[in-house]
């Protein structure tokens, strides 16, 4: 995979894209299926990560974890109606070992509010081991750290 390096970066940044599109488009069931079955997502702040926090403000271990956060989105949980708009850049491949790529990936996020008020909610980097199997993509790992340690209390949805 290493001599394919140009290609790599190719499909992990239209993976990184499609993740983006499906919460940005309240597609969220599709969410879980970016992940392995046994994974890692967090969502933490530079500060708590140099802290080498183990947990974060969102925290989940396997797609069935994933699956049923979004199953509590959609019918149990109540928070004010928003969406995202995600700006991800491009992915830079830290390590190619086998079939996992190390990557790390800058993103911004804008919530927009029922309202149509909108803010800049989250800015940080996405830290991603990503498994490659049979030209398919999956997270067994996305640590996602913002740039601040100020995370708003809406955060519902995932970034």
């Not at 491009?90 to 919530?111: C, K, M, N, Y």
């Not at 498994?131 to 949805?157: G, P």
Request: aromatic letters at 10%; charged letters at 30%.
């Amino acid at each position: 995979m290493e001599d394919n390096k140009e290609k790599v970066v190719a499909a992990l940044a239209g993976f990184m894209e499609d993740y983006a599109r499906a919460i940005d488009r309240d597609e969220l069931e599709r969410w879980p299926e970016f992940f392995e079955e046994q994974c890692t997502y967090k969502i933490t702040s530079v500060e708590n990560e140099a802290e080498e926090y183990p947990f974060g403000v969102m925290f989940a271990d396997s797609r069935g974890m994933l699956s049923d956060r979004v199953k509590s989105l959609r019918e149990a949980n109540i928070y004010e109606g928003q969406r995202y708009r995600h700006v991800v850049g491009h992915p830079a491949i830290l390590a190619i070992d086998g079939d996992q790529v190390r990557s790390e990936t800058s993103f911004l996020v804008v919530r927009t509010m029922r309202t149509g008020e909108m803010s800049l909610f989250a800015a940080g980097v996405y830290r991603d081991t990503v498994v490659v199997k049979e030209a398919k993509l999956a997270f067994a790992e996305r640590v996602v750290v913002c740039d601040s340690s100020r995370i708003d209390t809406l955060l519902a949805l995932p970034l």
